[in-house]
């Protein structure tokens, strides 16, 4: 089977052409984009809205035929193949609802087939559709929620969702273990854009999740494990903070925006203090990460830097010789008008001269 998806050139063109407008003229004319259609990012959330409307009205029908949710899913997978085979349609919202409602509904027509009642299970594969989507349509907000499905698989190994005794340690373990993963691999440059994407995906995710995950532990050593909590977040803010500086990538930095929200509300949990001296601490924290970053951004000359924008010496005479020599020439002066014989003054020869 040959699954039909621009090809590494092509999207490496497609981004540069959406990231720059201007661009998008030229590729389109010198064919460098493949002939893909894509949408802007609200084009794209109305398409994905469009097609979930769609899938409504589909299920609707289907409601009364023998395993709807296994034909509603074959037929939305076959559309939206048809879509991106035949009509070349790449990332436009409407491909990407029917490709994931359609995976997913026949991944719950298995379920309900199936006599077992395992909710790790029963998750972990619905995990595997969206993960399966995301690699199709080269989707880094599918991967990022397939991988969050698996830490909640994890935590479902023996328990469930209102019935207590969760694996939430193990749970925050693997995505600790998926964000130290991505972090080293997103060292590397990935020929794909959307590979780079769905590793920055998971290194600004998976230390939230995991900090959610320890937060939400109900077992007898909550204090210990909130200092866990607090621990894990401050090492991710230093890390993702070194690196974001280091490799001047945006993800990383985003993710350490997250830490810090993290770190706050773990102080909150084990320090009760009244709520002027944790407003007094949380700024304090924040100033300081603050100062860190902008002298750490200083001195840099290239990529993210904190540096003020400096004109270059003799930029003013530059600009005063340019508008010196777009400015018109000065015209000729106009003739002098014909003197009168009469005097110049009242007339009669009242100026005394004639």
């Given at each position: 089977m040959i699954i039909v998806r621009p090809t590494v050139s092509e999207e490496r063109?497609?981004?540069?052409?959406?990231?720059?407008?201007?661009?998008?003229?030229?590729?389109e004319q010198l064919g460098k984009g493949g002939g893909w259609k894509t949408s802007t990012w609200l084009g794209r959330c109305l398409g994905f809205v469009l097609g979930l409307a769609g899938t409504g009205m589909l299920a609707g029908v289907l409601s009364y035929a023998p395993a709807p949710w296994l034909v509603g899913g074959l037929m939305l997978v076959v559309v939206a193949e048809w879509m991106v085979a035949q009509r070349r349609v790449f990332r436009s919202g409407v491909e990407e609802a029917l490709y994931l409602c359609g995976t997913v509904a026949i991944v719950v027509e298995l379920l309900v087939w199936s006599t077992g009642n395992n909710n790790a299970l029963d998750?972990?594969?619905?995990?595997?559709?969206?993960?399966?989507?995301?690699?199709?349509?080269?989707?880094?907000?599918?991967?990022?929620?397939?991988?969050?499905?698996?830490?909640?698989?994890?935590?479902?190994?023996?328990?469930?969702?209102?019935?207590?005794?969760?694996?939430?340690?193990?749970?925050?373990?693997?995505?600790?273990?998926?964000?130290?993963?991505?972090?080293v691999?997103?060292?590397?440059?990935?020929?794909?854009?959307?590979?780079?994407?769905?590793?920055?995906?998971l290194v600004i995710a998976m230390p939230w999740l995991a900090h959610g995950w320890l937060v939400q532990y109900n077992g007898s050593s909550t204090v210990a494990t909130h200092g866990v909590a607090l621990a894990m977040a401050l090492a991710f803010l230093v890390v993702n903070l070194f690196v974001g500086v280091k490799r001047r990538q945006h993800a990383p930095l985003i993710g350490t925006l997250g830490n810090l929200a993290c770190v706050a509300y773990s102080i909150y949990r084990l320090m009760p203090w009244p709520m002027h001296w944790q407003l007094i601490a949380a700024g304090a924290v924040l100033l300081a990460v603050v100062v860190l970053l902008e002298r750490l951004l200083r001195h840099r000359s290239k990529g993210i830097t904190s540096r003020a924008i400096e004109e270059p010496s003799g930029m003013d005479f530059v600009q005063v010789v340019g508008a010196v020599h777009l400015s018109p020439a000065p015209g000729s002066p106009a003739p002098a008008g014909v003197q009168g014989q009469g005097g110049e003054f009242g007339g009669g020869g009242a100026s005394g001269r004639f």
């Amino acid at each position: 089977m040959i699954i039909v998806r621009p090809t590494v050139s092509e999207e490496r063109w497609l981004v540069l052409a959406d990231r720059y407008p201007a661009l998008q003229a030229s590729v389109e004319q010198l064919g460098k984009g493949g002939g893909w259609k894509t949408s802007t990012w609200l084009g794209r959330c109305l398409g994905f809205v469009l097609g979930l409307a769609g899938t409504g009205m589909l299920a609707g029908v289907l409601s009364y035929a023998p395993a709807p949710w296994l034909v509603g899913g074959l037929m939305l997978v076959v559309v939206a193949e048809w879509m991106v085979a035949q009509r070349r349609v790449f990332r436009s919202g409407v491909e990407e609802a029917l490709y994931l409602c359609g995976t997913v509904a026949i991944v719950v027509e298995l379920l309900v087939w199936s006599t077992g009642n395992n909710n790790a299970l029963d998750v972990a594969l619905i995990a595997t559709a969206v993960l399966l989507t995301g690699w199709r349509l080269l989707n880094p907000l599918f991967t990022t929620l397939a991988a969050a499905g698996y830490s909640l698989a994890i935590a479902f190994i023996d328990g469930s969702l209102f019935g207590g005794s969760m694996y939430t340690r193990e749970a925050a373990a693997a995505c600790v273990l998926l964000a130290v993963g991505a972090l080293v691999a997103g060292g590397r440059k990935w020929r794909r854009p959307s590979h780079d994407r769905m590793f920055d995906g998971l290194v600004i995710a998976m230390p939230w999740l995991a900090h959610g995950w320890l937060v939400q532990y109900n077992g007898s050593s909550t204090v210990a494990t909130h200092g866990v909590a607090l621990a894990m977040a401050l090492a991710f803010l230093v890390v993702n903070l070194f690196v974001g500086v280091k490799r001047r990538q945006h993800a990383p930095l985003i993710g350490t925006l997250g830490n810090l929200a993290c770190v706050a509300y773990s102080i909150y949990r084990l320090m009760p203090w009244p709520m002027h001296w944790q407003l007094i601490a949380a700024g304090a924290v924040l100033l300081a990460v603050v100062v860190l970053l902008e002298r750490l951004l200083r001195h840099r000359s290239k990529g993210i830097t904190s540096r003020a924008i400096e004109e270059p010496s003799g930029m003013d005479f530059v600009q005063v010789v340019g508008a010196v020599h777009l400015s018109p020439a000065p015209g000729s002066p106009a003739p002098a008008g014909v003197q009168g014989q009469g005097g110049e003054f009242g007339g009669g020869g009242a100026s005394g001269r004639f």
